[in-house]
T-cell receptor, first 112, second 112 residues
């Protein structure tokens, strides 16, 4: 019962470095999402993919890119990391019905 | 973007007490969801609500979809130490098929 799997769990970057956060789901869900969580801010949507082959911007897309590699996988890329991108990143997936989203355990990213 | 006003921001209660928290908005929602997040983990769905006026229970938890479709509340009865965590409301706006809007969360602390 893996559900939504995110890798890595922790990462420390220097300003300007790039990295890709990986997300995979094994529930055959159509839709996938990337959020960031900052203290006192709740969950903010970065990008989402309503279905395989489509991606759309969310509330805070600047500084990020995404790839829906296939139905299972949705990656988030930081091309040039900035300290403002220090956050906890969550991937979620949804079957599309009723829009219930299931979350991974998160990636804790620090940018120095 | 659209906002959900979740209150209170935090609560400190004694074991055995009942808890109530709510989310309000100026916009109409088609779906209300309540999630709980334990430290170091991703949010986990507690209750889903789909109709105005709907009242749904999950063990000691009860949630209601407001009649105006602009609010929802969550009650926890007879709290126990493992209820500690952050509780989030999330709503699917009318006309928004794939995205959820999240409240900023209520941090619950239960003193044994």
């Amino acid at each position: 019962n893996a559900g939504v799997t995110q890798t890595p769990k922790f990462q420390v970057l220097k300003t300007g470095q790039s990295m890709t956060l990986q997300c995979a789901q094994d529930m055959n869900h159509n839709s996938m999402y990337w959020y960031r969580q900052d203290p006192g801010m709740g969950l903010r949507l970065i990008y989402y993919s309503a279905s395989e082959g489509t991606t759309d911007k969310g509330e805070v897309p600047n500084g990020y890119n995404v790839s829906r590699l296939n139905k299972r996988e949705f990656s988030l890329r930081l091309e040039s990391a900035a300290p403002s991108q220090t956050s906890v990143y969550f991937c979620a997936s949804s079957p599309g019905v009723k829009n219930i989203q299931y979350f991974g355990a998160g990636t804790r990213l620090s940018v120095l | 973007g659209q906002q959900l006003n979740q209150s209170p921001q935090s609560m400190f209660i004694q074991e055995g007490e009942d808890v109530s928290m709510n989310c309000t908005s100026s916009s109409i929602f088609n779906t209300w969801l309540w999630y709980k997040q334990d430290p170091g983990e991703g949010p986990v769905l507690l209750i889903a609500l789909y109709k105005a006026g709907e009242l749904t229970s999950n063990g000691r938890l009860t949630a209601q979809f407001g009649i105006t479709r602009k609010d929802s509340f969550l009650n926890i009865s007879a709290s126990i130490p493992s209820d500690v965590g952050i509780y989030f409301c999330a709503g699917q706006l009318k006309g928004s098929n794939y995205k959820l809007t999240f409240g900023k969360g209520t941090l619950l602390t239960v003193n044994p």
